[in-house]
């Protein structure tokens, strides 16, 4: 039997019998000649002057499979602290349960392992309360008295297709001969109406296979609000049963989503050269997260801007983790998190670095992903999700398929730079859209700079800058207008840079 905490997602807290966390084998072992509830004397777990390792003395085996190795021990405890799963209500001391812990990885059982434990009183002085040995036994099945829950859940706002996983094969009665169907879920403010099995289970006998995962159809589509409110719980304590006929608690719930799709989303991005209603529609910010568009930001300061969709919970904290070409390993799938979230998603990813709103109005939230990152370089893709109140955000690549997570992604892009640290873009204009050409330059050292527009015929047009500068980096603009502000003719334009070490002209092309 095991000792679950049946609200809680994360394996490794509650102390679930799966493959991050094997732990809490546990069995009445009660000396023969006393009755059940007699008890084992704490004491003698780890009796004083003894030379023994009690947790030793134990083995286990999945059914099956030889030998019984006491490899994997790792402890005992003696207080079981949840005693609704068990027929007894006995105290934490001198009671008649205890728990072998096993050590997180390194085996290959996992969640749906049948086990045997075996006990070897040669190696151990575990007494009855009356002082009597525990003797020793061969292949004790270990009886499964975790009740099922639900390890993942998946739904897209707009959506009424909620995708489930289950912690191990269910049956719509304690009998394993009906499946089960959207009457045994319940979800307040938005009704299942239709259950379908996408995969089943052998394991168990039964006269169908036990549900593994499936897709809910609610009765409407789910709103960013619901994907933040909803909890999703079994319609009573005998709606769900595992092939022990353990129930699903009644009082379980589980979030709605364990992913928010479509409640906080990324806007735009902008390295202050890519901005909108700037330089024209030449150089705007990037509004396409997917990396399809062959859109890239500059290696400077990026300023992220994302709006929380769901009106009610506009006032929730955010982050924003981000990642530079992820390490392989993180995740197969190419999508990562900052934490642990369910056993059916990657592990923590534990290079990521967060950033906070710089910026709060009403559900808008402004981050800064900082260019002095020495990840961040041409070529590399910044990799991002958020994240608002506990609830973690991300994209699918599948509008229809809410298993297609994928982070948010930002390609990063250089400008190549031109002779003598002066570089141009957008050198192809038309002022009656707002085009403007872009025109950056380092100095090395201060000085005099001045900036001027010629035409073809050597004329002076416009001045874009005279006046002392220090030692940095500068980026001014043109929007083909001259020192009236009136738009000049089409043709070709020159523009020419002075400063300490530099004398550069670059060309501008004006059409309309």
């Given at each position: 039997?095991?000792?679950?905490?049946?609200?809680?997602?994360?394996?490794?807290?509650?102390?679930?019998?799966?493959?991050?966390?094997?732990?809490?084998?546990?069995?009445?072992?009660?000396?023969?000649?006393?009755?059940?509830?007699?008890?084992?004397?704490?004491?003698?777990?780890?009796?004083?002057?003894?030379?023994?390792?009690?947790?030793?003395?134990?083995?286990?085996?999945?059914?099956?499979?030889?030998?019984?190795?006491?490899?994997?021990?790792?402890?005992?405890e003696t207080a079981v602290g949840d005693t609704s799963l068990f027929n007894d209500v006995?105290?934490?001391?001198?009671?008649?349960?205890?728990?072998?812990?096993?050590?997180?990885?390194?085996?290959?059982?996992?969640?749906?392992?049948?086990?045997?434990?075996?006990?070897?009183?040669?190696?151990?002085?575990?007494?009855?309360?009356?002082?009597?040995?525990?003797?020793?036994?061969?292949?004790?099945?270990?009886?499964?008295?975790?009740?099922?829950?639900?390890?993942?859940?998946?739904?897209?706002?707009?959506?009424?297709?909620?995708?489930?996983?289950?912690?191990?094969?269910?049956?719509?009665?304690?009998?394993?001969?009906?499946?089960?169907?959207?009457?045994?879920?319940?979800?307040?403010?938005?009704?299942?109406?239709?259950?379908?099995?996408?995969?089943?289970?052998?394991?168990?006998?039964?006269?169908?296979?036990?549900?593994?995962?499936?897709?809910?159809?609610?009765?409407?589509?789910?709103?960013?609000?619901?994907?933040?409110?909803?909890?999703?719980?079994?319609?009573?304590?005998?709606?769900?049963?595992?092939?022990?006929?353990?129930?699903?608690?009644?009082?379980?719930?589980?979030?709605?989503?364990?992913?928010?799709?479509?409640?906080?989303?990324?806007?735009?991005?902008?390295?202050n050269i890519h901005r909108d209603d700037v330089y024209g529609s030449g150089v705007t910010?990037?509004?396409?997260?997917?990396?399809?568009?062959?859109?890239?930001?500059?290696?400077?300061?990026?300023?992220?801007?994302?709006?929380?969709?769901?009106?009610?919970?506009?006032?929730?904290?955010?982050?924003?983790?981000?990642?530079?070409?992820?390490?392989?390993?993180?995740?197969?799938?190419?999508?990562?998190?900052?934490?642990?979230?369910?056993?059916?998603?990657?592990?923590?990813?534990?290079?990521?670095?967060?950033?906070?709103?710089?910026?709060?109005?009403?559900?808008?939230?402004?981050?800064?992903?900082?260019?002095?990152?020495s990840e961040i370089e041409s070529g590399a893709d910044v990799e991002f999700v958020m994240?608002?109140?506990?609830?973690?955000?991300?994209?699918?690549?599948?509008?229809?398929?809410?298993?297609?997570?994928?982070?948010?992604?930002?390609?990063?892009?250089?400008?190549?730079?031109?002779?003598?640290?002066?570089?141009?873009?957008?050198?192809?204009?038309?002022?009656?859209?707002?085009?403007?050409?872009?025109?950056?330059?380092?100095?090395?050292?201060?000085?005099?700079?001045?900036?001027?527009?010629?035409?073809?015929?050597?004329?002076?047009?416009?001045?874009?800058?005279?006046?002392?500068?220090?030692?940095?980096?500068?980026?001014?603009?043109?929007?083909?207008?001259?020192?009236?502000?009136?738009?000049?003719?089409?043709?070709?334009?020159?523009?020419?840079?002075?400063?300490?070490?530099?004398?550069?002209?670059?060309?501008?092309?004006?059409?309309?």
């Amino acid at each position: 039997a095991n000792t679950p905490d049946a609200n809680a997602n994360n394996p490794q807290a509650a102390g679930m019998w799966d493959p991050q966390n094997l732990s809490n084998i546990l069995g009445n072992l009660t000396h023969p000649n006393e009755r059940a509830n007699e008890g084992i004397r704490d004491l003698t777990w780890s009796y004083p002057g003894d030379s023994f390792n009690e947790y030793l003395a134990f083995s286990v085996a999945e059914v099956g499979v030889t030998p019984l190795i006491n490899t994997y021990n790792s402890g005992i405890e003696t207080a079981v602290g949840d005693t609704s799963l068990f027929n007894d209500v006995l105290p934490d001391t001198n009671d008649s349960y205890m728990s072998l812990t096993l050590q997180d990885t390194g085996h290959s059982w996992g969640l749906l392992s049948e086990m045997y434990v075996s006990y070897d009183n040669s190696s151990a002085y575990i007494t009855d309360l009356a002082g009597n040995l525990l003797p020793s036994a061969s292949k004790i099945p270990a009886i499964e008295r975790t009740p099922p829950r639900i390890n993942l859940s998946l739904i897209a706002v707009g959506k009424n297709r909620l995708y489930v996983t289950f912690s191990e094969p269910v049956w719509g009665d304690a009998g394993k001969t009906t499946d089960i169907d959207s009457s045994d879920f319940t979800i307040t403010g938005n009704s299942p109406v239709d259950f379908t099995v996408l995969e089943r289970s052998a394991e168990g006998s039964g006269a169908i296979q036990g549900a593994v995962e499936g897709y809910l159809t609610l009765s409407s589509a789910l709103t960013a609000d619901q994907a933040l409110s909803l909890q999703i719980q079994p319609a009573g304590a005998d709606a769900i049963f595992d092939k022990s006929q353990n129930a699903m608690q009644s009082t379980y719930e589980h979030r709605i989503t364990d992913i928010g799709i479509g409640v906080f989303e990324p806007v735009w991005a902008s390295d202050n050269i890519h901005r909108d209603d700037v330089y024209g529609s030449g150089v705007t910010s990037l509004r396409d997260f997917t990396g399809a568009d062959g859109s890239k930001l500059l290696d400077n300061d990026i300023t992220l801007e994302a709006s929380i969709l769901a009106p009610s919970y506009t006032g929730l904290p955010t982050k924003l983790f981000y990642d530079v070409d992820p390490p392989a390993g993180v995740s197969e799938s190419g999508f990562w998190l900052p934490s642990y979230v369910s056993i059916e998603l990657p592990l923590p990813n534990s290079d990521v670095r967060t950033s906070d709103p710089t910026r709060i109005q009403n559900g808008v939230r402004d981050f800064v992903i900082p260019g002095n990152d020495s990840e961040i370089e041409s070529g590399a893709d910044v990799e991002f999700v958020m994240r608002i109140g506990d609830l973690y955000t991300a994209r699918i690549t599948d509008p229809d398929d809410p298993r297609t997570l994928a982070p948010w992604v930002i390609p990063i892009g250089s400008i190549k730079q031109q002779a003598g640290d002066v570089t141009i873009l957008n050198n192809v204009i038309n002022p009656t859209q707002g085009d403007k050409t872009i025109l950056s330059y380092s100095l090395k050292s201060p000085g005099t700079v001045t900036i001027n527009v010629f035409n073809l015929g050597g004329d002076l047009v416009d001045v874009l800058f005279r006046g002392s500068q220090g030692a940095g980096d500068y980026v001014y603009s043109w929007g083909g207008t001259n020192r009236s502000g009136n738009i000049v003719a089409r043709g070709i334009y020159f523009i020419r840079v002075v400063g300490p070490g530099i004398d550069e002209f670059r060309k501008v092309m004006v059409v309309k």
